[in-house]
């Protein structure tokens, strides 16, 4: 899923919100999900998966 179709599907679900709205919270969201994954801390979505930053996760591989 991109984040268009992310923004698109929200914004049907939640036909109360104006779109661009719907659109500026998620690319703000993503930013800041961004953001912290650069700055080497995780991110927890309860029910869903903690996000690890890349480099973070590919160096316990083995």
């Known amino acids: 899923m991109t984040k268009s179709e ?3 599907r929200l914004a049907s679900q939640q036909s109360h919100i104006p779109a ?5 919270a998620v690319k703000e ?3 800041h999900m ?3 994954l650069a700055q080497g ?3 927890e979505i309860r029910g869903f ?3 690890f ?3 973070s996760s590919t160096s316990h591989r083995t």
């Open 34 to 36: 961004a953001s912290t």
């Open 20 to 24: 661009k709205a719907v659109e500026d």
């Open 29 to 31: 969201m993503l930013e």
């Open 6 to 8: 992310l923004i698109e």
């Open 49 to 51: 998966r903690q996000l």
């Open 53 to 55: 930053s890349a480099l």
């Open 41 to 43: 801390e995780r991110i």
